[in-house]
């Protein structure tokens, strides 16, 4: 083998590795973006969204998840779910007579509910971000429940937008206290079912 020939096999090794590891590693990413769409559900679109970069948004959902794992969560005793479901009823009670207190009550709720789980429930959008690991859908309505709460404070906001966010505070409480597991759960069909079901 000539030296040339020996330079040309070596070329053509080196491109078909090179092509090999870059193929892989789209492969790798793939899967990688795969599982946190999966996990994330609407939640990782908003993300994507909201990044300048898909690499910094991924970043931010697999910390997200980790600083999730880390979390002391812990089921709640029946008497402590019954006590929430009484507050609950509570809430929506009160809706007809008072629809702006209704939802400041379930939003209080919530981070109450949240607390007692294990959650850090001192900043809204960091609850947001934590419910998001496990609880995906409903997260994308707690935030939606926030806007509108956000707008009927500042008088733009009806009693129909109130009960469409006492609507999605309701789909958060019952996900929060049918949860049993004190863990989240991974995505799929049955989690995507209870999850939805308020």
């Known amino acids: 083998m000539t030296d040339i020939t020996l330079i040309i096999v070596v070329a053509v090794v080196v491109i078909v590795v090179a092509v090999v590891a870059v193929a892989v590693a789209t492969m790798l990413r ?4 795969a599982r946190l769409r999966d996990q994330f559900g609407p939640e990782y679109e908003r993300t ?5 970069d898909p690499r910094d948004a991924e970043k931010e959902l697999e910390q ?3 600083r999730h794992d880390s979390l002391q969560l812990r089921t ?3 008497q402590e779910r019954d006590g ?6 509570q809430v929506q009670q ?5 629809p702006s207190r209704a939802v400041h009550d379930a939003d209080a709720l919530v ?5 007692a789980r294990g959650y850090p429930a001192e900043d809204v959008d960091r609850r947001a971000e934590d419910l998001s690991v496990a609880y995906p859908v409903v997260t994308q309505r707690y935030r939606e429940a926030r806007a509108v709460s956000r707008e009927h404070a500042a008088g733009r906001a009806g009693t129909e937008d109130l009960r469409h966010a006492v609507t999605s505070y309701r789909a958060l409480i019952d996900a929060l206290l049918d949860d ?3 863990g989240h759960r991974p995505a799929g069909p049955d989690h995507d079912r209870r999850e939805t079901r308020a």
């Open 180 to 182: 049993s597991d004190g």
């Open 48 to 52: 994507m969204r909201d990044a300048d």
């Open 94 to 98: 009160s809706f007809v007579d008072d």
């Open 84 to 89: 929430y479901r009484q507050r609950w009823q």
């Open 30 to 33: 793939r899967r990688h973006s």
């Open 64 to 66: 997200r998840r980790k």
């Open 111 to 115: 981070a109450d509910v949240m607390a």
């Open 76 to 78: 709640l005793e029946p």
